[in-house]
């Protein structure tokens, strides 16, 4: 499984709380990369458990979004 912030924006409006199932429905219906849908099908959750955000699936996504995406206004702030 691999994750970057780019991919894992795709499930930034996804309905939280979700199923793996629920997550890989909505991944299909909204046209996300098949490789979205590959890292959802690769959780080895045999419970079936409900994921809260996808903090719950990529622990490093609040820093690594950080680093990736950024704002008019910290563009602005460099000149």
């Known amino acids: 499984m691999f994750w970057t912030p780019e991919?894992?924006?795709f499930l930034?409006?996804?309905p939280w709380p979700?199923?793996?199932d629920e997550l890989?429905?909505?991944c299909d219906r909204t046209a996300a990369?098949?490789?979205v849908i590959?890292?959802?099908m690769e959780l080895d959750d045999p419970?079936?458990?409900v994921y809260e955000g996808i903090e719950d699936l990529w622990p490093e996504y609040e820093?690594?979004?950080d680093d990736f995406f950024f704002s008019e206004d910290d563009e602005l702030s460099e000149y």
């Open 7 to 9: 991919l894992a924006s």
């Open 12 to 14: 930034e409006d996804a």
């Open 18 to 20: 979700a199923t793996k």
């Open 24 to 26: 890989i429905d909505y």
């Open 33 to 35: 990369p098949f490789q």
């Open 38 to 40: 590959d890292n959802l």
């Open 47 to 49: 419970e079936d458990p």
């Open 63 to 65: 820093e690594a979004s």
